[in-house]
T-cell receptor, first 113, second 115 residues
Framework: AQTVTQSQPEMSVQEAETVTLSCTYD???????LFWYKQPPSRQMILVIR??????QNATENRFSVNFQKAAKSFSLKISDSQLGDTAMYFC??????????FGQGTELSVKP | DTEVTQTPKHLVMGMTNKKSLKCEQH?????MYWYKQKAKKPPELMFV???????INESVPSRFSPECPNSSLLNLHLHALQPEDSALYLC??????????????FGPGTRLLVL
């Protein structure tokens, strides 16, 4: 079965600090993508970062980076220099069979001034 | 351009009404999706269209009826809904259905309230 697990329902971080959100997954695929989506209170689901499993180099998008460990099936998101606008629900996701996107339960991140 | 648009942004309807949600993308994507999302929960897949044909129906009640008039448009027709159907309805699209190597892009959603 393909599953995605986010073990931190809620997290908080001070503005300008660094925070890491955890995600583990299970799949029998060898080539696949992994995603982190952000959903602010304004509700739009925004793609933050994508990792291609066949690439050893960890993906980076400005202040967002991932720590991808394929053997351990771990895919954590690091947010550096946290900003108030980073306050949101963060979902880790994996594309399953037939186009079904498999989501974790989400981590609600609050950035405090 | 990774834009998916949805209308309306908000919708309030009674249990006897008929309404439609619309989704549009101009990225040349050939797969489109409808999701239902409750507060602070991940989206739940409802329907998948691939090349304008319904490929997945996740056992959704018949009061929800999807339609894909062309490759850029996706509708969700609503009839005789229940209060528990109140939720955020998200549309998404991807280039195709290449399985584990597709990226889905989401629209802003329609917030539905059923009275």
């Amino acid at each position: 079965a393909q599953t995605v697990t986010q073990s931190q329902p809620e997290m908080s971080v001070q503005e300008a600090e660094t925070v890491t959100l955890s995600c583990t997954y299970d799949t029998s695929e060898s080539n696949y993508y992994l995603f982190w989506y952000k959903q602010p209170p304004s509700r739009q689901m925004i793609l933050v970062i994508r990792q291609e499993a066949y690439k050893q180099q960890n993906a980076t998008e400005n202040r967002f980076s991932v720590n991808f460990q394929k053997a351990a099936k771990s895919f954590s998101l690091k947010i550096s220099d946290s900003q108030l606008g980073d306050t949101a629900m963060y979902f880790c996701a994996f594309p399953g069979q037939g186009g079904k996107l498999i989501f974790g339960q989400g981590t609600e991140l609050s950035v405090k001034p | 351009d990774t834009e998916v648009t949805q209308t309306p942004k908000h919708l309030v309807m009674g249990m006897t009404n008929k309404k439609s949600l619309k989704c549009e993308q101009h990225m040349g994507h050939r797969a489109m999706y409808w999701y239902k999302q409750k507060a602070k929960k991940p989206p739940e897949l409802m329907f998948v269209y691939s090349y304008e044909k319904l490929s997945i129906n996740e056992s959704v009640p018949s009061r929800f009826s999807p339609e894909c008039p062309n490759s850029s448009l996706l509708n969700l027709h609503l009839h005789a809904l229940q209060p528990e159907d109140s939720a955020l309805y998200l549309c998404a699209s991807s280039q195709g259905l290449a399985g584990a190597q597709e990226t889905q892009y989401f629209g802003p959603g329609t917030r539905l309230l059923v009275l």
